[in-house]
């Protein structure tokens, strides 16, 4: 079975940083691109960033360019979004999403991690 | 970054069809026909329902269906069911290399 589970989500000041996770299992993880997806609570859902199969290629959202850095390593099945300097308005649930390499959709959800920015 | 623009709220009786419409520029939904649709229930994640604006994954209901024309983009539903009451987002390619979604479209089964 495909899953995507998050870690990392947590409370957090207004310019400090945080590191989400995502362990990924059930398919060959480096045939596939990855993105982050982000909701506000109550929100609608924001595309955060995406990263190409074999790590060389980074997309970022203007919002968080400069900000937020996506990696991945194929051999642990993994992938991570660094962000830092963190604001009120980054608040929401995070989500990773698997993908297919060269197509524009997002096929498997993972369930998300919530991260909360506030003093 | 601009999000896609969708009705707030759309709703229909069982049985009938409603039609959600997703408009955006000749930067993104004009430019490719990259539209995707997703359905999302409270406290669930996102689910694929239309990708490359006609066509379903396994496992989607024939119910559902995509179109496009122009800038704008539409997620059908036919016999509408209970089970359908949820949010759709669409989501495009946007020129440069990202995507942006609608702001949401909650559908009510009345």
């Known amino acids: 079975e495909v899953e995507l589970v998050e870690s990392g989500g947590t409370l957090v000041q207004p310019g400090g940083s945080l590191r989400l996770s995502c362990a990924a299992s059930?398919?060959?993880?480096?045939?596939?691109?990855m993105t982050w997806v982000r909701q506000a609570p109550g929100k609608g859902l924001d595309w955060v960033s995406a990263?190409?199969?074999?790590?060389?290629?980074?997309y970022y959202a203007d919002s968080v360019r400069g900000r937020f850095t996506i990696s991945r390593d194929n051999s642990r099945d993994t992938l991570w979004l660094q962000m830092n300097s963190l604001r009120a308005e980054d608040t929401a649930i995070y989500y990773c999403?698997?993908?297919?390499?060269?197509?524009?959709?997002?096929?498997?959800w993972g369930q998300g991690t919530l991260v909360t920015v506030s003093s | 970054q601009s999000a896609l623009t969708q009705p707030a709220s759309v709703s229909g009786s069982p049985g009938q069809s409603i039609t959600i419409s997703c408009t955006g520029t000749?930067?993104?939904?004009?430019?490719?026909?990259?539209v995707s649709w997703y359905q999302q229930h409270p406290g669930t994640a996102p689910k694929l329902m239309i990708f490359?604006?006609?066509n379903r994954p396994s496992g989607v209901s024939s119910r559902f269906s995509g179109s496009k024309s122009g800038n704008t983009a539409s997620l059908t539903i036919s016999g509408l069911q209970a089970e359908d009451e949820a949010d759709y987002y669409c989501?495009?390619?946007?020129?440069?290399?990202?995507?942006?979604f609608g702001g949401g479209t909650k559908v009510t089964v009345l």
């Open positions: 999403v698997r993908k297919p390499s060269g197509l524009d959709w997002f096929d498997t």
């Open positions: 059930g398919f060959t993880f480096s045939n596939y691109a």
């Open positions: 990263i190409g199969a074999d790590g060389s290629n980074r």
């Open positions: 000749s930067s993104d939904v004009g430019a490719y026909n990259f």
């Open positions: 490359d604006v006609v």
């Open positions: 989501c495009s390619l946007r020129t440069g290399i990202t995507w942006v």
